[in-house]
């Protein structure tokens, strides 16, 4: 830009800053900042983004061009966003079209949308990363290379000057408060960022879950007996409300609640109490302690884990004698926020057809995802403690695909919101996709789906998908929180089966510990991730590994089914788990009980050592799967759910991507049969990197299907390895980032092969 007196524009940024110490809050100094560089640049669009280092968020703190409400409010993580993206690099970023971005993340109601050309300029001060500046503008050609060099010497300036402003005045904006103090100061509009846990949209009125019953007020409304009465008849309503596709998740909840129900040992003894003279409350909550103390103190993990049914129970019994039941809620038209929420209590949350649930970051673990995603429940975690300053009854957004709630959006958020609803409604109605698929030059594509619930096998037989790739087997153990029993995982494991006739089912063992724990049979780690979990588990536990596998023999009775292996490090794992197989082939064949007497046996590769060692397993085995987010996380060390790290856990990482052509190559010599089944997978680049090396079979989540069959009827495998070979000659990760921005783009301008 001749235009552009760089000197002049230095000069001015200098002579501001002598006068910062008269301002009376850096926002202010922020916001003149914005105003001057916009006016020298004659740029359309100036913001500053500060990096918050408690919070570990970039937050945007002043903005000329855009809507100034969002100030304080749009709060990004590294490497989220194109702002985001150019913190985490410490590298000017430079994009003439930012639709066309992998980065690209539009906030609506922002305004940003409307100016493509973007520029990013670090502030970073020796190794310490201070902000971001950023410029827009409509035209394509505003930024050259003179304006960035001028604008990265800013940065440098402006490092030095933020630096000391952070003595002079407070440098956290007021929602880093801490949340007694935002009681004090309710949030009216913005928007909060989190991360998503399950996708969707909800739009309703926020409403805060009580999840606590305190048993203070001693004045029931009800005698004892009909409280319990009253919780029967409930968990019945409850368990009744759900459609065909749910029973399996009814019968896990609620079947041990109603027979605690009718035991006299339960209820009785409460009963019996009160006609010994013990106040109601008092009687109920003397015998759930009794309780839980008797089944922790038992060796037997399956009673101990009784202790969250018998406490659900007694609040529940508790909750209706001081007439606060809240079973009968109607929670149409309202987002719900919890401070904790258990399997149970999310399932309540949707039959009760909430629109959606917030939780802070720590109140749900991976397992209340997964639920979430197979019940379609959009569901999102905020670790800002401004998502308890919102007044109840504040209408809100809550974005469950970018992770996101918008409070009191303006009517052009609203309706951006409900078009996008509508069209993944259009999307989930899709018909079945062809028994055959295949590539434009003829190469034979396999789609399986991944399954958590009976109501995934059902939608992935609407979507038309070849089989189960991945059926994750622990989702009713962690619903109930217990070890269902053989009989129990035989209803669910048959309704599954039978849900898609005549194709192949892949069941998973019971992969318990990291994110899906059950605390009492795992036991407290300090690093769960590395400890107890998946074979480790059930090889230390073979009554409860054969009860399983029994189930699944059972179920699979004329059937074409696989069992695979969870969390395998070792042939030493692979060889003790078949063993157990033959013991359990054998135990039902002593017991002359209907079993598929031939189950094809996998391992999952989702650990380095797996990689290493895969010559040899895939001696032992008939298939193998890959589990690209574990893989992910153990290759590079970095934890999907730790926002400091997120930046890192990245699949485009050169080590995953080779690591992926390793297996490939090796399997492929042996041709034993290869799946995908990670969420990467569903990633349209990584789908083609996986198809360019050679890899024709998928996994994915059944709303995926169709997404992923559009994407393989749209590129030749030849072009898909160009670009295979592509990403895997790039020594950095900035390097597979970009060439996969060049992807995207690339598959978004062709047209599926009709």
Do not use: W
Not at 219 to 245: H, M, N, P, V, W
Not at 377 to 382: D, G, L, Q
Not at 728 to 740: H, Y
Request: charged share 25%; net charge negative; aromatic share 6%.
């Amino acid at each position: 830009m001749a235009d552009l007196d760089s000197v002049a524009l230095i000069n001015a940024v200098a002579d501001l800053s002598e006068i910062l110490g008269r301002r009376d809050t850096i926002d202010t100094f922020l916001y003149d900042l914005v105003q001057l560089l916009a006016e020298h640049t004659r740029t359309e669009v100036c913001s500053v983004y500060l990096y918050d280092d408690e919070a570990k968020l970039l937050v945007l703190r002043a903005t000329s061009g855009l809507n100034s409400d969002f100030v304080g409010q749009i709060q990004l993580k590294p490497g989220e966003g194109l702002t985001g993206y150019t913190f985490l690099q410490e590298q000017p970023v430079f994009e003439r079209q930012v639709t066309r971005s992998d980065y690209n993340l539009a906030v609506p109601g922002f305004g940003d949308e409307a100016f493509p050309a973007f520029v990013g300029i670090p502030i970073k001060r020796h190794s310490a990363g201070i902000g971001v500046l950023v410029l827009q503008d409509r035209n394509p050609d505003k930024f050259d290379e003179y304006m960035i060099r001028t604008l990265r010497a800013i940065g440098s300036h402006l490092a030095a000057i933020l630096e000391n402003a952070a003595v002079l005045y407070e440098i956290h904006p007021d929602f880093e408060r801490t949340a007694e103090d935002t009681e004090q100061s309710a949030v009216s509009s913005g928007m909060l960022t989190g991360s998503s846990a399950s996708g969707g949209f909800g739009i309703g009125r926020l409403e805060y879950l009580d999840t606590e019953t305190s048993t203070q007020d001693r004045t029931g409304t009800c005698s004892l007996e009909e409280a319990i009465e009253k919780s029967y008849a409930q968990l019945q309503e409850l368990g009744s409300r759900f459609d065909q596709s749910l029973s399996d998740v009814a019968a896990l909840i609620f079947s041990s609640h109603l027979l605690m129900l009718r035991d006299d040992s339960f209820s009785g003894e409460m009963l019996q109490r009160t006609t010994n003279g013990v106040e109601a409350t008092a009687a109920v909550q003397a015998v759930v302690d009794d309780f839980v103390s008797l089944f922790s103190a038992l060796d037997d993990e399956r009673f101990q884990e009784k202790v969250q049914d018998v406490r659900d129970l007694g609040r529940r019994i508790i909750r209706n004698l001081i007439g606060r039941s809240d079973d009968d809620i109607d929670y149409r038209g309202r987002v719900v926020v919890a401070k904790e929420i258990f399997p149970s209590e999310l399932v309540k949350l949707f039959l009760q057809r909430a629109e959606g649930v917030v939780f802070p970051d720590g109140g749900a673990t991976a397992h209340i995802s997964i639920l979430a995603q197979s019940l379609q429940f959009p569901a999102i975690a905020v670790s800002d403690p401004q998502l308890f300053a919102i007044p109840g009854g504040t209408l809100v957004v809550l974005d469950g695909e970018d992770g996101r709630i918008a409070i009191n959006p303006n009517e052009d958020i609203l309706k951006s919101y409900r078009r996008r609803a509508v069209d993944q409604r259009r999307n989930d109605s899709a018909p079945a996709i062809p028994d055959v698929v295949s590539t434009p030059c003829g190469t034979r594509i396999t789609l399986y789906a991944n399954v958590n619930l009976v109501k995934d096998a059902l939608a992935a037989e609407r979507a038309g998908a070849h089989g189960i790739g991945l059926y994750r087997s622990e989702i009713p153990f962690l619903i109930r929180n217990d070890f269902p029993t053989e009989e129990e995982q035989l209803a669910v494991y048959s309704r599954v089966v039978q849900a898609l006739p005549d194709k192949p089912i892949h069941f998973r063992t019971l992969d318990l510990g990291g994110d899906k724990l059950l605390s009492s049979q795992v036991g407290d780690e300090a690093n769960p991730f590395l400890g107890f979990r998946g074979i480790r588990f059930l090889l230390a536990h073979p009554e409860i590994f054969q009860e399983q596998l029994r189930a699944m023999l059972r179920a699979g009775y004329g059937r074409e089914i696989g069992i695979q292996f969870p969390m395998i490090a070792s042939m030493d794992e692979v060889l003790a788990a078949k063993h157990q197989i033959r013991l359990s082939l054998d135990s039902l064949k002593k017991d002359r009980i209907a079993h598929n007497r031939n189950p094809r046996i996998g391992v999952m590769i989702e650990l380095p050592a797996a990689v290493e060692i895969i010559a040899e397993l895939q001696e032992e085995v008939d298939f193998l799967s890959v589990g690209t987010n574990d893989l992910i996380m153990y290759l590079l060390a970095a934890d999907r759910a730790n926002n400091r790290v997120a930046g890192i856990y990245d699949p485009l990482h050169p080590a995953v991507l080779r690591s992926l052509q390793r297996v490939v190559r090796s399997v492929d010599r042996s041709r034993k049969e290869l799946t995908v089944c990670g969420s990467s997978a569903e990633d349209p680049v990584v789908a083609v990197f996986l198809l360019g090396l050679g890899m024709t079979t998928f996994s994915v989540s059944p709303h995926r299907i169709h997404p992923l069959h559009d994407l393989v009827r749209r590129i030749t495998v030849s072009r898909a390895r160009e670009y295979a070979e592509e990403l895997l000659a790039a020594p950095t990760l900035a390097m597979t980032r970009e060439i996969a921005r060049r992807i995207r783009s690339d598959l978004a301008a062709r047209q599926p092969d009709t």
